[in-house]
């Protein structure tokens, strides 16, 4: 057989240390070994995993780079052109909102504020069971809306309950 060195040490010395050991020995050198190779095969896994992420996302950020570069002398070139041309931009925001403007201004609608009666049987508060008191039928006509002074529940005056 050839004279094959693993670590500075020959072959035939490890097979025969390996065979004088006693049985369960020979099983958890077994073991150890395989150990080892699963763990070398796992960090190794990771390892080129991880350089792949690595390489994906510099490739990734390069490319939005120059695709904000390339946008950036796209406009800096179109601004450029509309400029010395003095032709107006087609769709240019500016010019979308103005007519919009213009809408609201002619549809000028006055804001009436109406005041709305209250039920009178709608009288106790549907999670504490209090009455309500004068004050609170008040502020129900007045502002649409009223909390129980004992637990805080919201009323509305369509009866509907809101969240406190």
């Known amino acids: 057989m050839a004279n094959i060195n693993v670590f500075g040490t020959p072959w035939q010395e490890i097979v025969d240390w390996y065979l004088v050991q006693p049985i369960y020995g020979q099983i958890f050198v077994l073991i150890g070994v395989f150990a080892v190779l699963a763990l070398a095969v796992v960090v190794a896994y990771y390892i080129i995993k991880g350089a792949a992420y690595l390489v994906y996302y510099v490739l990734k950020g390069v490319y939005y780079l120059l695709k904000g570069i390339g946008l950036l002398f796209y406009k800096l070139f179109e601004g450029l052109y509309y400029?010395?041309?003095?032709?107006?931009?087609?769709?240019?925001?500016?010019?979308?909102?103005?007519?919009?403007?213009?809408?609201?201004?002619?549809?000028?609608?006055?804001?009436?504020?109406?005041?709305?009666?209250?039920?009178?049987?709608?009288?106790?508060?549907?999670?504490?069971?209090?009455?309500?008191?004068?004050?609170?039928?008040?502020?129900?006509?007045?502002?649409?809306?009223v909390y129980c002074i004992h637990c805080g529940k919201g009323f509305q005056t369509n009866s509907a309950t809101i969240e406190a």
């Open 83 to 145: 400029l010395i041309s003095g032709k107006p931009k087609k769709d240019s925001p500016e010019q979308q909102v103005q007519p919009q403007a213009s809408k609201l201004i002619a549809q000028n609608i006055p804001i009436q504020e109406t005041i709305q009666e209250v039920h009178p049987e709608v009288t106790f508060c549907s999670e504490c069971g209090n009455k309500f008191s004068n004050s609170m039928f008040h502020t129900l006509s007045a502002k649409g809306i």
